[in-house]
């Protein structure tokens, strides 16, 4: 048993992240503060979402380069909806998800369908995606944000966000899928080994398909909390996303190349990286090293993950 | 100005890989002559000067991904190199007082040396160059906004800003014929030098390169470089065009570019598995979707659907390509 929690993927994380949280605790009384906690669980109900986005299409081996602008466009629809047409609250959070459900429908059948890499795939549709949130607002946000939302989005229960039960919640059905369910099973049999798949009757297409409008989901669902956070539909939601989606799920100890991944790993991913931009930011460090610190971030996880791999191969 | 080498699913025909390029051609001149009838500001002198100046900026972009698409890998980090090596060339004109030539010089080695960084972690670590790239994207442009405090340089010398007016017969900005040299360069480096030749066949194959005696290692960095350099040089142009450096002029960390960056190889029949390369279809490819942005703009479509429409064209352009290579198959294996 404890040899199991010792070799899994995220203990070593799970030390980092209690080393350099116990660290900044220390040093900065400040990071203890009620109102610092809050703040980085709203970044981490956020990023969660994300990673988890970018997370389940790594994990059939391919990726997915267009969760910002999903977000992104879910967001402003989401927004714009309940602005200019009045849509009540929960009829606009369906339109969001359908939107999209539609947009991981299209990414999933085109790859699947032409054999085309999911990097062209995804290239394209971002733009188309990005697109069409620049052609409906004219890269103007929407600000007739309902009180609900905007509600939802300052709401904490004991110094917790309320929004933190969405990434929550999606998270425990994503671990789940992937540890109880046969569609997640398939889903790492698609990406370990393709051929071998198909061989032993996994239906591939059906996985892909699912695994994308998955994908678009969880990112539509932090592109509508993130509405929920910064009180208006701001056109440039998701821009900033892509580094991060890769970023976590890698530091978890994701294997790029699919088949891998770890639930738990890819949260304390993103929990490494908040405590990071906390630090940078109790500590007075000057937050343009926020890019630096990332890209650094994700090559040392790659280089730990290949020598685990290395280390792992031969026994 | 086709190469073909094996690995071409199938398709191998050099009549085919022609006929990519003359295609793009006619839709180029059908586009041409669509956009001059509809709007006759297509064709104004201030128009086409514009038009080739972003064109040839386009070209190098362009072109900078191609050179490591060849190797079946992709660089991510073509805008943050761009931007981070005009900062240090900006940096050395205005604050240094560097001459205009060694500074140019100073910034494409720059680019040349992150590139040459990019290919050393790709062989190195043994992983994809997709996710070195998207870590170096991030990091090569975080140092640069720390090193700039994200501030412009727009204090560049004369000689240097007159770089982007520069403009031949009227219409046509020094920019375009520049691009044309880099891409003949190009060529001449794939079809008649053996390192050229020794990148394309690791890229199509390389455990058989490896055991010809190629050293695919070595043509990975140099590719990665080589990208480096010309994404530099892409940025030097922009920046003459602004007539300043500007840390914003690739978007965020860069991303900018990679439409643009894909789009002219993709549409000019460079595979991205790498091993095949066609350095005309690139030039042609950026000069056709400048040509559609141009011309959508002129059409009062609205700037903000242009994004939208590159994306489609994208998606059509790789669409068509594969249609092409399976029905090629087909037809190989009825025969």
Same mark, same amino acid.
């Given at each position: 048993?404890?040899k199991?929690?010792?070799?899994?993927?995220?203990?070593g994380l799970?030390?980092?992240?209690?080393?350099?949280g116990?660290? !900044?605790?220390?040093?900065?009384?400040?990071? &203890?503060?009620?109102?610092?906690?809050?703040?980085? !669980?709203? /970044?981490?109900?956020?990023?969660?979402?994300?990673a988890?986005?970018?997370?389940?299409?790594?994990?059939?081996? +391919?990726?997915?380069?267009?969760?910002?602008a999903?977000?992104?466009?879910?967001?402003?629809?989401?927004a714009g909806?309940?602005?200019?047409w009045?849509?009540?609250?929960?009829?606009?959070?369906?339109?969001?998800?359908?939107?999209a459900?539609?947009?991981?429908?299209l990414?999933?059948?085109?790859?699947?369908v032409?054999?085309?890499?999911?990097?062209?795939?995804?290239?394209?549709?971002?733009?188309?995606?990005?697109?069409?949130?620049?052609g409906?607002?004219?890269? +103007?946000?929407?600000?007739?944000?309902?009180?609900?939302?905007?509600?939802?989005?300052?709401?904490?229960?004991?110094?917790?966000?309320?929004?933190?039960?969405?990434?929550?919640?999606?998270?425990?059905?994503?671990?789940l899928?992937?540890?109880?369910?046969?569609?997640?099973?398939?889903?790492?049999?698609?990406?370990?080994?393709?051929?071998?798949?198909?061989?032993?009757?996994?239906?591939? @297409?059906?996985?892909?398909?699912?695994?994308?409008?998955?994908?678009?989901?969880?990112?539509a669902?932090?592109?509508?909390?993130a509405?929920?956070r910064?009180?208006?539909?701001?056109?440039?939601i998701?821009d900033?996303?892509?580094?991060l989606?890769?970023?976590?799920?890698?530091?978890?100890?994701?294997?790029?190349?699919?088949?891998?991944? /770890?639930?738990i @790993?890819?949260?304390?991913?993103?929990v490494?990286v908040?405590?990071?931009?906390?630090?940078?930011v109790?500590?007075?460090?000057?937050?343009?090293?926020?890019?630096?610190?990332? @890209?650094?971030l994700?090559l040392?996880?790659?280089?730990?993950?290949?020598?685990?791999?290395?280390?792992l191969a031969?026994? | 100005?086709?190469?073909?080498?094996?690995?071409?699913?199938?398709?191998?025909a050099?009549?085919?890989?022609?006929?990519?390029?003359?295609g793009?051609?006619?839709?180029i001149?059908v586009?041409?002559?669509?956009?001059?009838?509809?709007?006759?500001?297509?064709?104004?002198?201030?128009?086409l000067f514009?038009?080739?100046?972003?064109?040839?900026?386009?070209?190098?972009?362009?072109?900078?991904m191609m050179?490591?698409?060849?190797?079946?890998?992709?660089?991510?980090a073509?805008?943050?190199?761009?931007?981070?090596?005009?900062?240090?060339?900006?940096?050395?004109?205005?604050?240094?007082?560097?001459?205009?030539?060694?500074?140019?010089?100073?910034?494409?080695?720059?680019g040349?040396?992150?590139?040459?960084?990019?290919?050393?972690?790709?062989?190195r670590?043994?992983?994809?160059?997709?996710?070195?790239?998207?870590?170096?994207m991030?990091?090569?442009?975080?140092?640069?906004?720390?090193?700039t405090?994200?501030?412009?340089?727009?204090? &560049?010398?004369?000689?240097?800003?007159?770089l982007g007016?520069?403009?031949?017969?009227?219409?046509v900005?020094?920019?375009?014929?520049?691009?044309?040299?880099?891409?003949?360069?190009?060529w001449?480096f794939?079809?008649?030098?053996?390192?050229?030749?020794?990148?394309?066949?690791?890229?199509?194959?390389? +455990?058989?390169?490896?055991?010809?005696?190629?050293?695919?290692?070595?043509?990975?960095?140099?590719?990665?470089?080589?990208?480096?350099?010309?994404?530099a040089?892409?940025?030097?142009?922009?920046?003459?065009?602004?007539?300043?450096?500007?840390?914003?002029?690739?978007g965020?960390?860069?991303?900018?570019?990679?439409?643009p960056?894909?789009?002219?190889?993709?549409?000019?029949?460079?595979?991205?598995?790498?091993?095949?390369? /066609?350095?005309?279809?690139?030039?042609? @490819?950026?000069?056709?979707?400048t040509?559609?942005?141009?011309?959508?703009? +002129?059409?009062?479509?609205?700037?903000?659907?242009?994004?939208m429409?590159?994306g489609?064209?994208?998606?059509?352009?790789v669409?068509?390509?594969?249609?092409?290579s399976?029905?090629a198959?087909?037809?190989? /294996?009825?025969?």
């Amino acid at each position: 048993m404890l040899k199991g929690i010792w070799g899994s993927d995220w203990f070593g994380l799970f030390v980092v992240a209690l080393v350099a949280g116990t660290g !900044l605790a220390l040093f900065q009384p400040a990071f &203890l503060s009620p109102f610092n906690l809050y703040v980085l !669980l709203i /970044s981490f109900s956020l990023w969660a979402l994300v990673a988890m986005a970018q997370m389940v299409i790594i994990a059939i081996g +391919q990726m997915n380069l267009s969760v910002g602008a999903i977000g992104g466009l879910v967001a402003i629809s989401f927004a714009g909806s309940m602005e200019v047409w009045g849509l009540p609250v929960p009829a606009a959070i369906l339109l969001g998800l359908a939107i999209a459900a539609l947009c991981g429908l299209l990414n999933g059948v085109m790859t699947h369908v032409t054999g085309i890499s999911a990097f062209v795939i995804t290239l394209a549709t971002l733009s188309i995606f990005k697109g069409l949130n620049i052609g409906i607002t004219e890269a +103007q946000p929407f600000y007739g944000v309902p009180d609900v939302v905007k509600a939802f989005g300052n709401a904490r229960f004991e110094g917790l966000p309320h929004m933190l039960i969405v990434p929550v919640v999606a998270i425990i059905l994503i671990w789940l899928l992937f540890n109880r369910m046969v569609l997640g099973r398939q889903m790492l049999a698609l990406g370990a080994n393709r051929h071998a798949a198909e061989l032993s009757g996994i239906r591939v @297409g059906r996985v892909v398909v699912i695994a994308h409008v998955i994908s678009a989901v969880l990112a539509a669902m932090a592109g509508m909390l993130a509405v929920a956070r910064l009180q208006l539909g701001q056109p440039t939601i998701g821009d900033d996303w892509l580094i991060l989606s890769f970023a976590a799920p890698v530091i978890g100890g994701a294997v790029l190349a699919g088949g891998h991944i /770890s639930v738990i @790993g890819t949260c304390l991913g993103v929990v490494i990286v908040t405590l990071i931009n906390n630090a940078l930011v109790l500590l007075g460090i000057d937050p343009f090293f926020v890019q630096l610190f990332l @890209g650094g971030l994700i090559l040392i996880a790659v280089g730990l993950n290949r020598w685990r791999e290395r280390r792992l191969a031969p026994a | 100005m086709a190469t073909a080498t094996t690995g071409r699913g199938g398709r191998g025909a050099l009549g085919l890989l022609a006929s990519n390029e003359v295609g793009l051609a006619l839709l180029i001149a059908v586009l041409v002559a669509i956009f001059a009838t509809v709007n006759p500001g297509f064709t104004s002198p201030f128009n086409l000067f514009a038009l080739s100046r972003v064109m040839g900026i386009d070209m190098v972009i362009g072109l900078s991904m191609m050179v490591v698409l060849v190797t079946g890998g992709l660089n991510l980090a073509v805008g943050s190199i761009g931007v981070a090596s005009v900062m240090l060339g900006g940096w050395a004109m205005q604050v240094a007082g560097v001459p205009v030539l060694p500074s140019m010089t100073l910034a494409v080695a720059f680019g040349a040396f992150l590139g040459w960084i990019n290919g050393q972690l790709t062989v190195r670590m043994g992983v994809h160059s997709f996710i070195v790239t998207l870590a170096t994207m991030s990091l090569f442009f975080g140092a640069m906004i720390v090193a700039t405090r994200a501030e412009a340089f727009n204090a &560049l010398p004369r000689s240097f800003v007159d770089l982007g007016k520069l403009r031949y017969g009227g219409f046509v900005s020094g920019m375009l014929p520049l691009a044309l040299i880099v891409g003949l360069g190009l060529w001449l480096f794939f079809n008649r030098t053996s390192l050229g030749r020794e990148i394309l066949a690791a890229g199509a194959n390389p +455990q058989a390169a490896e055991l010809s005696g190629v050293r695919v290692n070595r043509t990975i960095v140099v590719a990665h470089a080589l990208s480096g350099a010309l994404g530099a040089l892409a940025g030097l142009m922009l920046a003459a065009r602004n007539g300043a450096a500007l840390p914003s002029m690739a978007g965020h960390i860069g991303m900018g570019w990679l439409l643009p960056a894909f789009l002219a190889p993709v549409l000019g029949g460079t595979l991205l598995t790498g091993g095949v390369v /066609s350095v005309a279809g690139t030039v042609l @490819g950026a000069a056709m979707v400048t040509i559609i942005t141009n011309g959508l703009l +002129q059409l009062q479509i609205g700037e903000f659907w242009v994004q939208m429409c590159l994306g489609l064209i994208l998606l059509a352009a790789v669409l068509l390509d594969r249609a092409r290579s399976v029905i090629a198959e087909r037809r190989r /294996s009825v025969a």
